[in-house]
């Protein structure tokens, strides 16, 4: 899943579904020269929300020292006309930003800012070129506004900027094994094009003189007389950063709020330097209130300005809430739930009472959230950021809100206060609050189950004020009418009815399938653009698995879209990211020629170092397994084996052949932690399976050192539970998960007995009952756990945990299944075109794919309530 920025950037196209922002509707502010006829002797063509022009006969450098020119809306249009003029006369390539809007986009203060101020690209030929027009662009631009561009070197005081970097697509793998963008070295060999918020050039590259008095005035800019020295970076976005600083001279600590003009803006227009002065006049009047940080100053050092404020120790409320909730522990006690209950009330009634103080002094905060609540170490609350401080009385203006916090439009600015009050009160006992943003209902839905769970009376929490009639919070979508009841007599049955289950489900998908587009079939994960839409995990290949494995039928429209799509995708070999799970999928769909021309595809590319299941070795060689028995071509099983045999190698030096490259292939790498998805518990599942296939023991000696390797990053954790150690974080979850090494540790069970593996799966299971779980999802969410749960043992030790039976397509099991299969309804959204709905990772958005989406809920739901056949896609001979 992209980082928040980039999640929010796939936000804007669509209401319902993650998407690519080329598609959103921007028509009416697009620039002239977007859609006017094309001058002679040019061509135009459009990816993503840029528009290049290049003239004919002629193909842009590699590489060299390119211009980008920045703009504020205001100016954008005359920036552009100069631009393209100068550009036009010298027959030079350039490329610009399609509408205001898009400008708008590229600007927010929730983007990434990398890319922060581009608006017009220019590509010189040569050097020469670039010295003849960067001074002719300089004198046309003069008095220009512009956003400073991070990574460039400004020219001049407009809004001109340079770097070195590349001109055409090329990638290379980054230090953490992902595509970056690349440039070529000397040697020929492409190394990472650097794109960070520093000015910098490649070692090899020489500044020409005429960027020397740039570079001075760059270095002169400093501000000696600024007293506070950096200690750490607190947060970072497109409007400046967040720093934890300390005075010079008196060591004292402060928090310094950084904002850069013209940069980040909101969705009002406003700038992030005029939101720091609104800050700042808002706490000059509320001094001498505990519950806001004391301000120092305001100082502008080079070209931006700092508001300087008081350091508050403490946890924002997030944090605490992630650090305390107890339903994410297996058997809470009822102490427990009464202990943070008591917790909660007691945040809330400080809170309350920090608004009320805060609406004393005649203004609204206007943007409460978690992530502007901090908790000092003795329970007192703090509120920071009050870059939307309003008077009281000002009239309603744009609703602006977190996730889940937005109020809806037409509230007096006292009202949306409280209204997020009442959201984070709900959120501290159902910490999943984006779901209203989702589905309106969902809102009745949480605190029934709050008022449930934590034994609360109907008038629980702070009041709500009233909405004005059919008003919802901004961005949601329309409320599905009826839509909760459907869900609730769905799930809330007292005998699961799977057929109807199966078939909302599948009317969800269908809704969203989009053959005429060749980016992707199914709405899905924001990763699917970047995969080709073909893959396993993201893309139509794991949506179409989910519905055969349904025994739903697939469509021939679909099935040749995903046969066109691995026919265009770049031939990657991966199993849940590129060809190998494709060609998987086709063969189960019955396209098995087909099948074999994306093997060979697959086989043909050049394999990651990484080992996972995702797009390692270890899926690739699960996949020529898998097609060595269907085809009998003995060389499949011979390159497994050699796979095999390296994997081994990684843990074992001298108990297995072969620890180096193969021809073409790279030596695998020991993954940075455990986890089916991408660790080692996939090369046990592929030693398991070779020793299934050729009875050769070495397999089951090599699997249990994989399952080793794997356990010994697992840790017990205070509730019996094992679960993965990443960093801070400790997850059951499928991917980066102890339940993905679990399962391969059942797998390896049914074939040796090993007290120490049977008490970790044993471990695992019993966390997969937990009750409370943020996403839906298959790889990261309730479904994976609900799926692994009915095939842990159960409490009276079945190996096989599924108890109870099938009557009728009615499910009758274990209790805790059960109860997971029911949880399913806090996330599941039921629309009028009869479809049901999950929203992927983030919760942010609806998705049908395999990992984050409905195809994962689908196929955990068939294996459970369905025909209990295996989840994920080669993981037995089931």
């Not at 809007?101 to 203060?109: I, Q």
């Not at 070529?184 to 070692?203: I, N, Q």
């Not at 190998?580 to 769909?589: C, D, F, R, Y």
């Not at 049901?836 to 309530?865: E, I, K, M, Q």
Request: one cysteine or more; proline letters at 7%; glycine letters at 10%.
């Amino acid at each position: 899943m992209p980082d928040p920025q980039s999640t929010q950037l796939y936000c804007v196209a669509d209401r319902l579904y993650y998407d690519t922002p080329d598609r959103m509707r921007d028509e009416d502010t697009r620039y002239p020269l977007a859609e006017a006829a094309v001058p002679p002797g040019w061509r135009r063509s459009s990816r993503g929300l840029w528009v290049s022009m290049v003239p004919t006969g002629t193909q842009p450098a590699e590489q060299g020292w390119k211009i980008h020119l920045s703009a504020v809306p205001e100016d954008a249009g005359k920036t552009l006309d100069t631009a393209a003029r100068i550009c036009t006369e010298r027959r030079v390539p350039f490329k610009f930003l399609r509408s205001r809007t898009a400008l708008l986009l590229a600007a927010d203060k929730y983007m990434n800012r990398s890319g922060s101020g581009k608006f017009v690209t220019v590509y010189p030929a040569d050097e020469q070129q670039f010295r003849e027009l960067l001074p002719e662009l300089v004198r046309a631009l003069d008095g220009q506004r512009g956003p400073y561009v991070l990574s460039d070197l400004r020219i001049g005081a407009g809004p001109v900027f340079v770097r070195y970097g590349a001109f055409v697509e090329r990638w290379c793998t980054g230090e953490d094994g992902t595509p970056v963008p690349a440039l070529r070295a000397p040697s020929g060999e492409l190394v990472p094009d650097l794109r960070g918020p520093v000015f910098r050039t490649p070692e090899w590259v020489d500044v020409p003189d005429i960027l020397e008095p740039h570079l001075e005035a760059r270095r002169e800019a400093r501000d000696d007389d600024f007293p506070y020295t950096v200690v750490e970076a607190l947060h970072f976005s497109n409007a400046g950063g967040i720093y934890l600083a300390e005075h010079r001279d008196t060591g004292e600590k402060v928090v310094l709020r950084e904002a850069r003009p013209h940069s980040g803006l909101d969705g009002t227009g406003t700038d992030a330097v005029e939101r720091l002065h609104r800050e700042y006049r808002a706490l000059r009047r509320l001094e001498g209130l505990d519950c806001v940080p004391r301000v120092h100053e305001v100082r502008t050092v080079w070209e931006h300005h700092f508001l300087v404020e008081e350091y508050i120790e403490g946890k924002r409320l997030l944090e605490a809430v992630v650090a305390r909730y107890p339903l994410v522990h297996r058997n809470v006690t009822d102490e427990a739930v009464a202990e943070y209950l008591r917790w909660v009330s007691g945040v809330t009634e400080r809170l309350e009472e920090a608004l009320d103080a805060v609406h004393g002094r005649g203004l609204a905060f206007g943007d409460l959230h978690p992530g502007n609540i901090l908790l000092r170490p003795d329970g007192s609350v703090v509120l920071i950021d009050f870059e939307y401080a309003t008077d009281l009385d000002e009239a309603a203006g744009p609703v602006m809100g977190a996730p889940g916090f937005a109020a809806p439009s037409g509230l007096s600015r006292a009202d949306a206060d409280r209204h997020a009050l009442r959201a984070a009160w709900r959120m501290m006992l159902m910490p999943m609050p984006e779901l209203a943003d989702r589905e309106p209902g969902k809102v009745g839905t949480m605190e029934a189950f709050v008022r449930e769970r934590f034994g609360l009376p109907a008038d629980a929490g702070p009041r709500l004020p009233a909405a004005p009639a059919g008003r919802t919070a901004a961005g949601a979508p329309a409320p599905s009418a009826g839509g909760e009841a459907v869900v609730r007599e769905l799930f809330g049955a007292d005998r699961l009815d799977w057929p109807s289950l199966r078939d909302r489900l599948v009317a969800g998908i269908r809704a969203g399938a989009t053959p005429e587009r060749t980016d992707r079939l199914f709405p899905a994960d924001p990763e699917v653009f970047r995969s080709g839409g073909a893959g396993l995990a993201h893309g139509a290949a794991g949506v179409l698995f989910a519905l055969h494995r349904a025994q739903v039928p697939v469509p021939a429209e679909y099935t040749d879209w995903l046969v066109d799509a691995a026919r265009r995708a770049a031939p990657a070999p991966g199993l849940y990211d590129g060809l190998s799970g494709t060609a998987v999928v086709l063969h189960e769909l019955g396209r098995t020629q087909e099948a074999l021309e994306v093997l060979e595809r697959a086989r043909a590319a050049r394999r990651p170092a990484a080992v996972g299941m995702f797009s390692g070795q270890v899926g690739t060689a699960l996949a020529l397994l898998h097609f060595s028995a269907v085809t009998g071509d003995g060389s499949l099983l011979d390159e497994t084996v050699r796979t095999a045999d390296r994997l081994a190698a990684l843990l074992d030096p001298d108990g297995a052949p072969g620890g180096t490259a193969d021809g073409a292939q790279p030596a695998p790498v020991l993954p940075g932690t455990a986890g089916l998805i991408h660790g080692m518990s996939g090369a046990a599942l592929l030693h398991l399976r070779l020793y299934e296939t050729v009875g050769d023991k070495r397999y089951l000696r090599a699997a249990r050192e994989a399952l080793r390797w794997e356990t010994g990053h697992c840790v017990t954790m205070p509730d019996g539970t094992r679960q993965v150690k990443n960093g801070r974080r400790h997850t059951l979850y499928l991917d980066g998960g102890s339940g993905g090494p679990a399962l391969v540790a059942r797998h390896y069970l049914a074939h040796a007995d090993d007290p120490e593996l049977a008490g970790f799966v044993s471990a695992v299971g019993h966390g997969c009952a937990n009750e409370f779980v943020r996403e839906p999802g298959l790889f990261r969410g309730r479904s994976g756990l609900l799926a692994m749960l009915d095939r842990f043992p159960g409490p009276d030790g079945r190996p096989d945990g599924h108890s109870g039976g099938h009557l009728d397509g009615h499910f009758d099991g274990r209790p805790e299944v059960l109860a997971q299969v029911r949880r399913l309804a806090w996330h599941a959204v039921a629309r009028q075109d009869g479809g049901l709905y999950f929203p992927g990772a983030g919760l942010r958005r609806f998705s049908a794919d395999l990992a984050t989406g409905s195809a994962g809920v689908l196929l955990a739901l068939n294996s459970v309530l369905g025909d209990r056949r295996h989840f994920l896609p080669l993981m037995t001979g089931e």
